[in-house]
């Protein structure tokens, strides 16, 4: 019998929440407020000692609810409350509108490809923060959520990816001591400094007063994947030990992880650009090996390495790149 002061077990966090179950989380986080704002849940640990106050953040693309499994287990029976052993877990449902959106919808085509309404949460003019007169409901979002952004000290951004990419970790910030047992190989790192068309919501976690706390991404699998949800409640729970927030260790995974740093963005100049091929997650390229064709000259890769993220057709060219190129891995045991 599990208690309410023990970390989740294996076998709990391997039973992802059923689809009702996560519409009513989502609807439990839509009912809730901090500071006067809806979709935002801050759990003070039940013995009132301060600590760390860390931000879980979800849905910055609706068609992502795979963050919403771990909030699903932690607030059944108060469990995080009582597990925390000092401070604060503050969890938000980044994009509020897009995610009712995505659970009201009854088509799935339209569910799967709801990634934004007026601005990717991703793609955020750098100073979103002064356009407090701008109606794009994403710039709205990102200002009234700003205040409770800046207590983090540290946070973890929870996303899925349409197509079968693996599941990889982001480092945004601070140490690599945080990743400890997330049982996820790849890492991506420099992602934030090679961002071309705007900046992540998770650049303004901390405020400008933390500029060194740490700060993670995970793509924990596909959208709608049963292993999603798992690996975002693995992750959760092992970056909360990491921090000293609850009890236990993670499990120590003893694969090595492959560190891929992202070198620069693959831009194309106009719609008219397409790739030559699907490409494989992180398949290696060449240099001057020809990526896409347009109207204009050959798009071809800057240097040898590995393509990741590239978009599909159809994606404004104009508002995101069209991929990344990585260096080779390094190799971290």
Same mark, same amino acid.
């Given at each position: 019998?599990t208690?309410?002061t @023990? ?13 009702? @179950? ?12 901090y ?15 301060e600590?760390?106050v860390v ?10 609810? &795979?963050?919403?499994a771990p909030?699903?287990?932690?607030i ?8 925390? !052993?000092?401070?604060?877990v503050?969890f938000? *449902?980044?994009? =509020?509108? /897009?995610g ?15 990634r ?5 949460? $991703?793609? %955020? ?6 356009l ?8 709205? !979002? ?5 205040p409770? %952004? ?15 990419? !693996? ?7 601070g140490?690599?001591? +945080?990743? !400890?047992g997330?049982?996820?190989?790849t ?5 934030s &400094? ?11 976690? /901390?405020?400008?007063?933390?500029? $060194? ?39 120590? #995974? ?11 963005? =693959? ?5 008219s650009?397409?790739?030559?091929? *699907? ?16 109207? /204009?000259? #050959? ?8 393509? %990741?993220f ?13 991929? +990344?190129?990585a ?7």
């Open positions: 019998m208690s309410r @023990e970390p989740l077990s294996a076998e709990e966090m391997a039973v992802p929440p059923s689809a009702d @179950e996560m519409k009513i989380t989502f609807d439990q986080m839509t009912d809730a407020q500071k006067g704002v809806h979709g935002a849940l801050r759990i003070d640990a039940a013995n009132g000692k600590g760390l931000g879980i953040t979800v849905m910055t693309h609706p068609n992502e609810p &795979a963050g919403l909030i699903f287990h932690y059944r029976e108060d469990r995080l409350k009582h597990l925390l !052993r000092c401070g604060s503050i938000t *449902v980044n994009n =509020l509108k /897009g009712t959106a995505y659970f009201t919808t009854d088509s799935a085509a339209l569910r799967l490809n709801l934004l309404l007026d601005v990717n949460m $991703n793609r %955020l003019p750098k100073n979103v923060l002064e407090r007169a701008d109606t794009r409901y994403e710039v709205q !979002r990102t200002v009234e959520l700003s409770i %952004l800046e207590e983090f000290d540290a946070g973890m951004d929870i996303h899925s990816t349409y197509t079968e990419d !693996r599941p990889m970790i982001i480092h945004g910030k140490p690599f001591d +945080f990743i !400890r997330i049982p996820i190989q890492v991506l790192t420099n992602m &400094a090679v961002h071309q068309r705007g900046i992540p919501i998770s650049s303004l976690y /901390g405020g400008a007063a933390k500029k $060194n706390i740490p700060v993670i991404g995970i793509e924990a699998g596909t959208h709608e994947g049963p292993e999603s949800p798992v690996n975002a409640t693995i992750a959760t729970q092992a970056f909360l030990q990491n921090l000293g927030m609850i009890p236990g260790t993670p499990v120590a #995974d003893p694969r090595p992880k492959h560190v891929f740093r992202i070198s620069c963005p =693959l831009l194309f100049p106009d719609d650009y397409r790739f030559v091929k *699907v490409f494989a997650p992180l398949e290696y390229v060449n240099k001057d090996q020809v990526l896409a064709t347009g109207d /204009g000259p #050959d798009v071809v890769s800057p240097q040898d390495g590995h393509i %990741l590239p978009k599909p057709a159809g994606f404004h060219t104009q508002l995101s790149e069209a991929a +990344f190129i260096d080779p891995p390094v190799i971290m045991n």
